[in-house]
Nanobody, 124 residues
Framework: QVQLVESGGGLVEAGGSLRLSCAFS????????MGWFRQPPGKEREFVGGISRGGRMYYADSVLGRFTISRDNAKNTVYLQMTSLKAEDTAVYYC??????????????????WGQGTPVTVSS
């Protein structure tokens, strides 16, 4: 059974940076496509970005150029580096994993496993 544990959330001022981590366990990490999603207060969960098994990244337009996703297969960890943070980035951030197909999907329903989420608050 795959387990995902996010960390690194917190309070940051607008314009600041934060790096989230998601630790993966229970299966072979390199076999999974990893996604990041977020749920702003009072809103639906939305896609942030993801990284394929082969390391190809894909981002939502709202974070393109500000957020960077990377993975370290030796550490079984995926990262979300967030820069130039805005108040509208305030949300609970979740990582997710899927086994098939080796393409990042913006559709949350295609991900099999989810972490518990880590909150990020950006003060303006």
């Amino acid at each position: 059974q795959v387990q995902l544990v996010e960390s690194g959330g917190g309070l940051v001022e607008a314009g600041g940076s934060l790096r989230l981590s998601c630790a993966f366990s229970g299966r072979t990490f390199s076999s999974y496509i990893m996604g990041w999603f977020r749920q702003p207060p009072g809103k639906e969960r939305e896609f942030v970005g993801g990284i394929s098994r082969g390391g190809r990244m894909y981002y939502a337009d709202s974070v393109l150029g500000r957020f960077t996703i990377s993975r370290d297969n030796a550490k079984n960890t995926v990262y979300l580096q967030m820069t130039s943070l805005k108040a509208e980035d305030t949300a609970v951030y979740y990582c997710a994993a899927k086994r098939f197909v080796d393409v990042v999907s913006p559709n949350a329903n295609q991900y099999e496993y989810w972490g518990q989420g880590t909150p990020v608050t950006v003060s303006s």
